[in-house]
T-cell receptor
Framework: NAGVTQTPKFQVLKTGQSMTLQCAQDMNHNSMYWYRQDPGMGLRLIYYSASEGTTDKGEVPNGYNVSRLNKREFSLRLESAAPSQTSVYFC?????????????FGPGTRLTVL | RKEVEQDPGPFNVPEGATVAFNCTYSNSASQSFFWYRQDCRKEPKLLMSVYSSGNEDGRFTAQLNRASQYISLLIRDSKLSDSATYLCVVNPMDSSYKLIFGSGTRLLVRP
């Protein structure tokens, strides 16, 4: 049971390049979330998916797109990376069990945009 | 005003000290409250949930004051391994399923 896995762990992009961050979970929950974390800002929600086939914008969605591929996978795409998107990105889902009011995080992707 | 506010610290304390962190939240309809711990360059991990009656887990005690919209975390007998950032987290339990995170309080426990 891997929990929440994210790939890649690290990435360096040049301005204007595109990339997709992958997230997969085996917690068997419907909801999944993408956050970014910047120094002094805390975690901010980019997009979330309440269930397979649905996605919604969070607090900071500009510059990102998401795809809920199936119940397990939720990807985040940067179509044209900008230096302001340099951040640590975390994927999350509720932990195993019936509770859905908290979240379990993946190990993160550290992205630098030059 | 931020939805969840914490003192960023750092709190620099000696081993064995007792330290308390406070957190205020703005949404009076919030239903669930948590403290997460985050080590440097790692993901946040749930430390404990905060119940209205207060709850204790070993050296850690969390309390909630709904009237003042205030949450606290008390750490007794601090260990070097307690050095981390502590995130106050609120779940407004609305239809969005979102969690609202404070920006964290950094704790440094020195020998």
């Amino acid at each position: 049971n891997a929990g929440v896995t994210q790939t890649p762990k690290f990435q360096v992009l040049k301005t204007g390049q595109s990339m997709t961050l992958q997230c997969a979970q085996d917690m068997n929950h419907n909801s999944m979330y993408w956050y970014r974390q910047d120094p002094g800002m805390g975690l901010r929600l980019i997009y979330y998916s309440a269930s397979e086939g649905t996605t919604d914008k969070g607090e900071v969605p500009n510059g990102y797109n998401v795809s809920r591929l199936n119940k397990r996978e939720f990807s985040l795409r940067l179509e044209s990376a900008a230096p302001s998107q340099t951040s640590v990105y975390f994927c999350a889902t509720p932990p195993r069990g019936p509770s859905t009011d908290t979240q379990y995080f993946g190990p993160g992707t550290r992205l630098t945009v030059l | 005003r931020k939805e969840v506010e914490q003192d960023p610290g750092p709190f620099n304390v000696p081993e064995g000290a007792t330290v308390a962190f406070n957190c205020t939240y703005s949404n009076s309809a919030s239903q669930s409250f948590f403290w997460y711990r985050q080590d440097c360059r790692k993901e946040p991990k749930l430390l404990m949930s905060v119940y209205s009656s207060g709850n204790e887990d070993g050296r850690f005690t969390a309390q909630l004051n709904r009237a003042s919209q205030y949450i606290s975390l008390l750490i007794r007998d601090s260990k070097l391994s307690d050095s981390a950032t502590y995130l106050c987290v609120v779940n407004p339990m609305d239809s969005s399923y979102k969690l609202i995170f404070g920006s964290g309080t950094r704790l440094l426990v020195r020998p």
